[in-house]
């Protein structure tokens, strides 16, 4: 699986839009970019995943370079319960031995009010 | 129902101990994972279910005795354990990965966090 480079950690204010990068230029043609996040003393939480499209969902926007090299993750109005570590993962999606979701360290984002 | 449920939620043992940590899921997946997270590290990943049989092992000291029943249960069996086994113990679940539906999202239970003495 691809191996992924995030920034250690942002800031940003309240009602602003995030914007969470991820550097994986070694991804192949099949595999997957997934957003997982994990606030603090809990499990960690799917957010989104995409091919090469981008993809949008209640939580999340992903948008996806078209060279698949880079993802930016959005979040369009953080809030001080979006305070989190964000990890970025890079993975092939089809296989009946279940998925080996490997984390990276991840970013860990401040939302200020 | 979309909950993964471990228990217990806290675990002190001594390193001559044999105790067990246990996880649940009812969303009829048949892939189940292990992660162990050490403070302010990610999680690292440490078995994989795939319908009820061992799919990975990521070099685990077998002090970890993993055991999948039934496709809803999971369990990590403990014993001899060292101090530095100390950590927070994330159970999770997923469909298998063969269909087009298969969206590949793990879900995760809120962890047991052991205390090696």
């Known amino acids: 699986d691809a191996k992924t480079t995030q920034p250690t950690s942002m800031d940003c204010a309240e009602g602003r839009a995030a914007n969470l990068p991820c550097n994986h230029s070694?991804?192949?043609?099949?595999?997957?970019v997934y957003w997982y996040r994990q606030i603090h003393s809990q499990g960690p939480q799917y957010i989104i995943h995409?091919?090469?499209n981008n993809e949008t969902n209640e939580m999340a926007s992903l948008i996806i370079t078209e060279d698949r090299k880079s993802s930016t993750l959005i979040l369009p109005h953080a809030t001080l319960r979006d305070t989190a570590v964000y990890y970025c993962?890079?993975?092939?999606?089809?296989?009946?031995?279940?998925?080996?979701?490997?984390f990276g360290a991840g970013t860990r984002l401040f939302v200020k009010a | 129902d979309t909950e993964v449920t471990q228990t217990p939620k806290h675990l002190v043992m001594g390193m001559t101990n044999k105790k067990s940590l246990k996880c649940e899921q009812h969303?009829?997946?048949?892939?189940m994972y292990w992660y162990k997270q050490k403070a302010k590290k990610p999680p690292e990943l440490m078995f994989v279910?795939?319908?009820?049989?061992?799919?990975i092992n990521e070099s685990v000291p077998s002090r970890f005795s993993p055991e999948c029943p039934n496709s809803s249960l999971l369990n990590l069996h403990l014993h001899a354990l060292q101090p530095e086994d100390s950590a927070l113990y994330l159970c999770?679940?997923?469909?298998?990965?063969?269909?087009?539906?298969?969206?590949?999202?793990?879900?995760f239970g809120e962890g047991s966090r052991l205390t090696v003495l």
């Open positions: 999770a679940s997923s469909q298998v990965g063969q269909g087009r539906r298969d969206t590949g999202e793990l879900f």
């Open positions: 070694t991804i192949s043609g099949n595999e997957y």
């Open positions: 995409g091919l090469k």
């Open positions: 993962i890079v993975r092939g999606r089809r296989g009946t031995g279940g998925f080996k979701t490997i």
């Open positions: 969303m009829g997946h048949r892939a």
């Open positions: 279910y795939s319908y009820e049989k061992l799919s």
